[in-house]
């Protein structure tokens, strides 16, 4: 992959790249909605990444291809970065090195392998390829911390989505094998085993190919929403209150407020349950949480939609352990823990109800927990 990608770079650019980045999507297992609330979430990378290379220029001219968008060269500069630009993909790109406040011009050419619109942070691991790959080629000599909140910074400020900072974390913090429980206020992190096979279990991802855009104003009102509730329970934050706490307090809200801020406290400690059982193997408890996270995204945050409610129930219809929403919501993927020994039979009846509700084709596939973004070749 990274002599295609470095042949391609060549063909467009002239030249060869300094050095070839990447970094993966993600898949969070529970914890939706509640990283800008500084709350605990559970990701793990997927193996799906997006790979940049990147040559540094002499002058102060950035220009940025992909190689999913033939024929096309987005070209700035330096002193053109500014936020509030056009909502086009190469932003996400332009924001990193806004925010990461580069010197000298760049060449990018971007190869992404993410699912586009699914759920599974397509724009995360495209930030965190870029900004690996720009730390390690002007020894910028940022942790993972920084870069985190670097490219959280490019996303919010720059490309105008009011994301928190779990997908960005994950994609450059993750290990294999395990699950990253982030602590969203400090970025203090654990891994947690998440050893499902030998327990005859595999998480099934199901892209429902409803894509989603989060820049449309739905998420930004939810965030909007929770961060009212804070400002008028005087608290820090929706961390720092209980769910008795919480709904003794309900009378100071109004029930759009309360509803949503009531997800995030709920959902905060269905993170720890999690967390808890999967260090006592015990997966009908994990199965349990996952089906109450959709109900509460579903039905108090109004996040989900037909085909995401489609797939989760389905799922649980035909044995699953548990399933749920995953991601921004409004479209994307779900996730559905099964039987390995019934992946086919569930792929096959979730494609059958898609049909008969006229809903597009959904697309499936399964990831282990991956490695975080790294520096895979210099040249």
């Known amino acids: 992959m990274s002599e295609k990608l470095a042949q391609e770079f060549s063909a467009i650019f ?4 300094d050095l070839i980045a990447q970094a993966p999507g993600r898949v969070n297992l529970i914890g939706e909605h509640i990283d800008y609330s500084d709350g605990f979430v559970l990701p793990f990378a997927i193996k799906d990444v997006t790979t940049v290379a990147i040559a540094k220029r002499a002058d102060e001219t950035i220009r940025v291809a992909s190689m999913q968008k033939s024929g096309e060269v987005v070209e700035s500069s330096l002193t053109a970065l500014k936020p509030g630009g056009a909502d086009h993909w190469a932003s996400y790109v332009l924001g990193v090195l806004w925010s990461l406040g580069i010197t000298r011009g760049v060449d990018i050419l971007v190869d992404g392998a993410v699912p586009l619109g699914a759920g599974l942070s397509s724009s995360a691991a495209l930030e965190c390829s870029v900004a690996v790959g720009v730390n390690a080629l002007f020894a910028l000599n940022k942790d993972v911390k920084e870069l985190a909140r670097a490219t959280q910074k490019a996303e919010n400020d720059f490309v105008g989505v009011p994301c928190g900072i779990m997908d960005q974390s994950v994609s450059l913090m ?17 891994n947690i085993p998440f050893y499902i096979a030998s327990a005859g279990l595999e998480l099934l991802i199901i892209d429902t190919q409803a894509h989603h855009a989060l820049v449309d104003g739905g998420y930004a009102e939810r965030r909007a929403s929770c961060e009212l509730a804070v400002a008028t329970l005087g608290i820090t934050s929706l961390r720092d209150i209980s769910i008795s706490d919480y709904q003794a307090r309900k009378s100071e809200l109004d029930d759009k407020t309360y509803i949503r801020g009531y997800h995030a406290v709920t959902e905060m400690q269905r993170v720890l349950d999690t967390v808890a059982a999967l260090k006592a ?29 489609c797939a989760v129930d389905t799922a649980l219809a035909v044995g699953a352990v548990g399933a749920r929403m995953v991601g921004g919501g409004f479209g994307g993927s779900a996730i559905a823990l099964i ?18 509700s006229g809903f597009t084709a959904p697309r499936f596939f399964t990831s282990l927990p991956s490695a975080g973004a790294h520096v895979i070749q210099y040249f």
């Open 14 to 17: 002239g030249g060869n790249p």
């Open 281 to 309: 193997k015990d997966f009908a408890r994990v199965g349990e949480l996952l089906n109450a996270s959709h109900r509460s995204l579903r039905d108090d945050y109004t996040v989900s939609c037909p085909e995401l409610d």
């Open 339 to 356: 039987k390995s020994s019934e992946i086919a039979q569930t792929e096959t009846a979730i494609a059958e109800a898609f049909k008969k």
């Open 174 to 190: 993750a290990e294999e094998g395990f699950a990253l429980l982030l602590d969203c206020r400090d970025l203090s992190t654990q």
